[in-house]
């Protein structure tokens, strides 16, 4: 008779797969929702608009001559710059909105009840908070913009495509000319 046992510190591994978790719905340099926590956000935010009748708001955002940092001063800039937008975009943001990096140099912003505080203030406020220069590793970039689209369910779509798409078309309509917000609603006037 007797008895065995095998201890295990299972600690590592618990760790491993939060993290992993926590990768598969975060940006791994800016920490925000990423493009599959976006859309998971979205698809729910639609459903209880639906249910409640009530609307929601998506803007888009896309960073002007990003592409001229990272070719100029190196991708290391780059990344801090985008750190640093990170920081305005939530720092002109309420708490309740949802924000998420989706790619490269876009972000989008979800937000309920616009309504009470309209879609279009909240990207004006974007648009001169991301203007402002930046100061990084002793380089000032001056040159940075923001160029936004705007769309509201249900007004400009009742599904989770329609509403990224026309969010999107207003988003290039803003970087013909840059440094600017449209909305979806606006071009087809």
Known sequence: IGLRSIVRDV???????????????????????NRKAFYEQLQDAIYQAKRYGT???LIYIDIDKFKRV????????GDVL????RDRLQGSLRKSDFVS???GDEFVVLVDNPHHIHPAAIAEKIVNSLSEP????????????????????PTDAVDMDGLVKKADQAMYIAKEKRNRYFSYSDINK
């Open 11 to 33: 600690d590592r591994q618990k760790k491993y797969e939060e993290n992993l978790i926590y990768l598969a719905y975060h940006d791994a340099l800016t920490g925000l929702k």
């Open 101 to 103: 990096r989706i790619g």
């Open 134 to 153: 930046y100061e990084i590793e002793g380089n000032v970039v001056d040159y940075i913009s923001s160029s936004i689209g705007i769309s509201v369910f």
């Open 82 to 85: 985008l750190l640093k937008i």
């Open 70 to 77: 990272n070719d100029t001063l190196g991708h290391e800039v």
């Open 55 to 57: 609307e929601i708001a």
